[in-house]
């Protein structure tokens, strides 16, 4: 009898245990859906709230009379404008096109600057021959090279991708060149006292201690290359090759004020695409890394 009341006793306990850790686990699981939208709302209000501001400033310029409304027309014209395209064919194949160029003459420029900065990077003779002109072609105005390029390639898609290359690659080579010469040397000094020396060197120690200036110079990079791009398809035109740039240019002769707004929307926001993947990867460098950062910076 005594037996069968302590074995009571003992699973009412542990029904009332499991009874509060299944409690426990309903809160956590209640608390952190809360804990999400929170965190999705603060990253999202100041982006949010910098849109609304930037179209009330244009609405209250439209409204002032500044320029006529054929001119400078507000917000509501222009993104009907834009909903308008987003539901028409042509559009999306002009940003197929547009986003094809961008994304192969990148990658183009990707491996040519990457392999430029290492060797530029490794050897002392090759910095000091080309090293200034590398920084002075990243500065100078890629629609300064498109005389030269029509002259070349004509009126073509290598013309394109030539000033593609010749904005891109300078800027890709000085984020490698840079990243390498602020590995500390005291790494450097650890990999070959492990037996690493040449190119093992570089691949085991100096190209991943770099890391973060060469994503850094990859998203300038494509900065670059995406703005090269959209300068040589406003004055290249290739016959049944539609591109947000060639659009843009026909917009502006037209004096289609609404079209051409909503156009460099369009452009903006791949833009702004483009660069969030480019920070999806900084995020991760950082938080592998245990870089503090700006953000976590000011909470404490």
């Not at 450097?188 to 120690?205: D, E, P, Q, T």
């Amino acid at each position: 009898m005594a037996l069968d009341l302590l074995d009571r006793g003992e699973n009412e306990r542990n029904a009332l245990r499991a009874s509060e850790i299944r409690g426990q686990d309903a809160l956590d699981l209640g608390s952190s859906t809360p804990h999400l939208a929170h965190s999705l709302w603060r990253a999202a209000w100041p982006k949010l709230a910098a849109i609304g501001i930037a179209l009330g400033v244009w609405q209250l310029v439209a409204s002032s009379g500044w320029r006529p409304s054929y001119v400078l027309p507000g917000p509501a014209p222009v993104f009907a404008d834009l909903g308008t395209q987003l539901v028409t064919g042509g559009f999306w194949m002009a940003v197929g096109v547009t986003m094809t160029r961008g994304v192969v003459g990148f990658l183009i420029a990707a491996v040519l600057g990457l392999v430029l900065g290492v060797v530029v990077a490794r050897y002392r003779i090759l910095r000091a021959a080309i090293g200034s002109l590398i920084t002075g072609l990243q500065t100078m105005p890629s629609i300064a090279w498109f005389p030269l390029a029509i002259l070349l390639f004509q009126l073509s898609e290598q013309a394109i991708l030539f000033v593609i290359l010749i904005g891109a690659v300078p800027s890709i080579a000085n984020g490698v060149i840079g990243g390498v010469d602020y590995v500390p040397a005291l790494l450097v000094r650890a990999g070959r006292n492990v037996g690493a020396s040449g190119l093992s060197l570089y691949r085991h120690v100096v190209l991943p201690a770099a890391l973060p200036s060469i994503v850094t110079g990859l998203k300038q990079g494509w900065a670059f290359a995406w703005r090269s791009l959209l300068a040589g398809e406003l004055l290249v035109s290739i016959a049944n090759r539609p591109s947000l740039g060639q659009f843009l240019d026909q917009s502006s002769q037209l004096n289609d004020t609404p079209y051409m707004i909503a156009l460099m929307i369009a452009i903006l926001t791949i833009g702004i695409a483009v660069d969030a993947v480019f920070g999806t990867f900084e995020r991760g460098i950082r938080r592998r890394r245990g870089v503090v950062t700006g953000q976590t910076q000011g909470r404490m």
